[in-house]
């Protein structure tokens, strides 16, 4: 086929046509695409083309005239090419001849590579001429492979998700359909959040597509549901595939499923950290909890409480009823301690009818830590008491508690329950179904508590509650109303201030009760005083009233009665109540001082400014009066931070068309500043300290308070 034989007998235009057919001929060799060789009958390589040079390696130079079986052919071949081309020397045929074949071939550098080659023969004078069209196959092969192993992944255990550059799926593999128990026509369009399982909160996901924006790529574990609604766990890769251009066209997600390793490393979990009977904590996991909670408290500054238990004659019981009874208080024991603390706070049991409850270090107040476990207690102490159903026998429980607080000083969790324990041997020591405190000063401290709870029962029974009143003044010292203000005459301590018993009573639930005493005995007064012409409508008498006698039920009711029983005007009276309590339940607090208002009461609030009341919500209330706390007032002249509150304050009131009053004013210099900035009210010792009702009376009558 290449080489064509002229005779030069024949004329010049046959001469001339031949020369043209012949370049025509070389160029078709030279630029076709496949590598086109001829050899004569020794295999000697006679015609060699560009892409011949290109595929194999050597340049035309070189290679013509060497043999193919010493340059091209793989050497393990050689022997049956040479064979061939015997074979068909002297029979004619080869199963070569006339057809595509792939082989491999050899490249100058010694390495084999595939091709396909036809041979085809062309007989001349002195024998026949071999023909090769040779075509390289490596990059052919090399995709035919890898689409072979993309197919045996795609086909593998490995679940297999691609999406479009929008999250929808366009293919899953068999695997993701029986690990999700979708079939893929079920998946297919969607979007792989149908798999979601809500274990992994929108946090997880945001920092998981985070990555992958920023890294193309994330890997990690996460819950997923299935069809039926069970849920898997799996270990998932999740890729973002770039076009040429780098637009993202795919996500691929490969995953594998790791629901029994999770089942099994809670099992391991569940034995090495949970008690078995109760499936509470056990001593290791609370010693691992404690110990990082007492690194942080001490790394804070707060404080934390543990609190041991141990249920009075528990040991009697089990002897008496037996282990599987025992068994079963345990457990409900446990449930009752779970229902009552809060979802941070550690229940563990560490072995017999001891429990431990850890409350974690919130606390800034040492104080406050103290009085916090100790009603916590109080509270266990309580819900233990109440009757245990023991398959029809109801069993009484008394509990004795230990009770520290930490950290006190450089200690570690052992320390920690060993001066808990000690507590608790203390508290068993007093008597059954008491707690005790490791340090002495903290008991003083509860028992104190405990004494004056009692102390204010009393109180309230023994008339050594009184009120006392201070003036309101207008900026001439035209007495404009007054604040009524609680006094405690205690028998042994004297004067206790509000201050020191209002909190606890506050805590204890005593202050609905004194709350009532206060707002009966304020329309009693203010009753006597109209009567006698002292207090005309004009005047008000502001009662302070708690949050949690505010938001107990029928409080509105209670109002109504009390005014209505006493005889006096509604718009007379004026309750105090402070900005934290507008931070919880608006709704029920908005309802309450709506019927409040419209049954003509007026409502200020009180220490203004030291709360985080947002202006947006103050508009929405029915309120009519701002009282600005006097911690602002004091260092008005002096501190620019404070003055400007109370200026901003001010302004405010007026702004939102309220009543301001400034409380705390004890010297000219406040009171100029207020009344420059537009304050009209003022209540203060500069005018006059609460003084007892005989003594507001005098002041009534007068109408005009002198400055000092
Ligand atoms: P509060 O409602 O802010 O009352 C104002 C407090 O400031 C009163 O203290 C009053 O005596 C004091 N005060 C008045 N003028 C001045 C002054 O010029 N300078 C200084 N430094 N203080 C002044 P008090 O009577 O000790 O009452 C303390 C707190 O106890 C009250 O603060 C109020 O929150 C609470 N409280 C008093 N009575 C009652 C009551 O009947 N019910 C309730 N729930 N709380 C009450
Ligand atoms: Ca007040
Ligand atoms: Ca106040």
Redesign the pocket.
Known sequence: MVLVFHDVTLSYDIQQTAKEQSTMLNHIIEASMDAIIAADENSTIMEWNAQAEKIFGWSRDEILGCYLHETIIPLQYREQHLNGIAHLSETGQGEMLNHRVEISALHKNGKEFPVELTISQLEVKNGSFYSAFVRDLTEIKQTEQELKLAAITFYSHSGIVITDAKKRILRVNPAIESMSGYCAEELLGKYPSILKSGRQDSAFYKKMWQQINETDSWQGELWNKRKDGSLYAEFLTITAVRDYSGTITNYVGTSYDITERKFAEDKIEQLAYRDELTNLANRRLLLDRLNHEINVAARHKVYGAVLYLDLDRFKNLNDALGHPIGDELLRQVARRLIQLVRAEDTVSRLGGDEFVIMLPATNKNLKKAGVEAGSVADKIKEHLAEAFDLHGYQYFLNTSIGIVIFPEAEEGADDVLKHADSALYRAKEEGRNTSRFYKPAMQQDADARLQMEKDIRHALHNDELS??Y?PQVDINGHVTGA?????WQHPQRGMV???EF?PLAEDTGL?LD??RW?LKQASLQLAEWHNMGACPNSRSLA????PR?FHQAGFVEEIIDMISAAGISASCIEL?I?EGLLMDRLGDVVDKLTQLREYGVRIAI??FGTGYSSLSYLKTLPLDKLKI??SFV?DITTDSNDAAIVDTIIAMSKHMDLNVIA????TQEQLDFLHSKGCEVF????FS??VVAEQMLNILKNDVISKK
């Open positions: 009120l006392h201070q604040e009524a203000l609680l006094r201030p509000p201050d209002i202050i004194i709350g206060v009662i302070n009233v708690s006698q105090e402070t009180d220490d706390d006097q004091r409380e705390g004013v004890e209540q203060g010792y500069y300290k609460p």
